[in-house]
């Protein structure tokens, strides 16, 4: 194993052994504190052998930082432990301290016996100061040792420098000031342009151009990216940033005067610069799983309460016209895995016997009248549920698409494979703000508000699409 993966596991699981250690101390004293204000008649010797002798001390010791520990888990506490924020991780465990103390309100102190009401609150608070007091304190002097330690070199991040020859050489300056080094160890640079000459006048070594991050990446084990740009680069940025995603590097950018003038710029204090910070994840632990489970419940119970609806559609495609009555069709998921979408068919058979892909239109010959209903009313896509089962779907994603319009949207527009890190979905922010696509153009137009959703997801937002999608529905948009 390389020194610094050890070094970064080491600090992982030292922080994982302090939240628990931190959750021990808290249930003991909490679980203590309860004795002691609940039986103040007896004597402090027979309080600690009432303590000692509770069989709900021990399981409390076992269950309880466990509890805290897949929170904290959930929430992405864990997720590269070397390079948090102080501020930021103050925020994020006031925030899940607040949660697991709620949780454990209602599990262990709402049936406790009190003598007044205002005993819930003082309860209460006592649980939560005590576990956020010593939790965050533990953690930011953890914090600023491990920072120290990135100091003084002995943990580092490889980095790739991405720009222009002229963008690299300024942005050298700022890199190599050792006032301003913070972690990282400078691989080498690629340049946006398609040649890669060596240069004297850079301090980087010239790893090759765009196409060959990918080679790059996995060869020199890059954890993060600084790039520098100038107006002419924005094309180039992105047939990049897929490149980056599909390996959830952390990216950095050098801003431009626009990006202050816009206030897109955070600070981020790294090399006592401001930066433009992007983590290429999408959703944290907990939300994926929620977004999952509330996939599943929904599309079973979905199902469900439209079974009887099957009968029916399927005697309606029947008559229609002669065919079967799903129609199957080969789409591009997750990760460009390929799967089979399941529809009602909705078009007469064999409506591309010449094998050359069409998108349907509102005046398109192709759909039966029994199909432009089920269009009209979405029900055509009740099957699509089933996918959501399987996994190949969500409720909510860019909606699939077919390869051979994928290729065509990707020369014109490269950043299309951002969609492709995410799940598709049966309806999307795309669907419900401009609708079905005919040709494309259209889908190229339809693609912002789709790029919108993937780097503003949130359960939130989902539940929101849904909403609107279930308006639309009512309203009879679909085509």
Not at 187 to 197: L, T
Not at 266 to 273: C, P
Request: some cysteine.
């Amino acid at each position: 194993m390389p020194r610094n993966t050890f070094y970064k596991k080491k600090r992982t699981i030292t922080y994982i052994i302090l939240d628990m250690f931190i959750a021990v101390i808290v249930w003991f004293s909490f679980f203590s504190y309860r004795k002691f204000t609940e039986l103040p008649h007896l004597s402090k010797q027979e309080l600690w052998n009432l303590i000692f002798n509770d069989y709900n001390l021990y399981l409390g010791i076992v269950v309880v930082p466990l509890g805290w520990l897949t929170l904290y888990a959930l929430g992405g506490t864990y997720n590269q432990v070397w390079k948090k924020s102080r501020l930021k991780e103050f925020i994020v465990t006031f925030q899940h301290v607040l949660f697991g103390s709620l949780a454990l309100f209602f599990a262990i102190i709402l049936d406790d016996v009190i003598d007044k009401p205002t005993d819930y609150i003082r309860l209460f608070l006592v649980l939560f100061s005590l576990q956020f007091i010593l939790t965050i304190s533990v953690r930011l002097v953890y914090i600023s040792y491990v920072k120290n330690l990135i100091r003084k070199g002995k943990m580092q991040f490889n980095t790739l420098v991405i720009g222009t020859p002229n963008k690299i050489k300024e942005l050298s300056k700022i890199l190599f000031d050792p006032k301003k080094a913070f972690g990282n160890n400078f691989i080498g640079y690629v340049s946006f342009e398609d040649k890669c000459d060596p240069t004297d006048y850079i301090e980087f070594t010239c790893l090759g151009k765009y196409t060959d991050i990918p080679k790059i990446i996995n060869t020199f084990d890059i954890e993060e990216v600084i790039m520098h740009y100038d107006s002419t680069a924005q094309k180039m940025i992105e047939k990049i940033l897929p490149l980056l995603r599909e390996r959830n590097i952390l990216l950095k950018i050098l801003p431009t005067t626009e990006d202050h003038i816009l206030r897109t710029v955070k600070d981020t204090a790294v090399f006592n610069e401001s930066y433009i910070q992007i983590y290429l994840d999408s959703l944290p632990v907990w939300q994926k799983l929620c977004k999952r489970m509330m996939d599943i419940v929904v599309s079973f119970l979905f199902l469900v309460l439209t079974s009887p609806l099957f009968l029916v559609l399927a005697i309606g495609v029947k008559r229609s016209s002669s065919g079967p009555i799903f129609y199957r069709q080969k789409r591009v998921g997750k990760r460009e895995k390929p799967f089979e979408i399941i529809k009602f068919r909705s078009m007469y058979k064999d409506a591309e016997a010449d094998g050359q892909p069409r998108l349907s239109s509102k005046s398109d010959d192709r759909i039966t009248p029994f199909g432009a209903f089920m269009r009209r009313t979405h029900l055509d896509e009740i099957p699509q549920f089933f996918n959501v089962l399987k996994g190949d779907m969500s409720l909510v994603g860019p909606r699939p698409e077919r390869q051979y319009y994928i290729d065509q949207i990707v020369e014109r527009a490269p950043y299309y494979r951002l969609l492709l890190f995410e799940k598709p979905g049966i309806t999307s922010w795309g669907q419900i703000s401009f609708g079905y696509a005919e040709n494309v153009d259209e889908m190229i137009e339809r693609l912002r508000y789709d790029i919108m959703y993937i780097e503003n997801m949130s359960l939130l937002m989902d539940v929101k699409i849904l909403f609107y999608t279930v308006v639309a529905v009512l309203k009879g948009k679909g085509k």
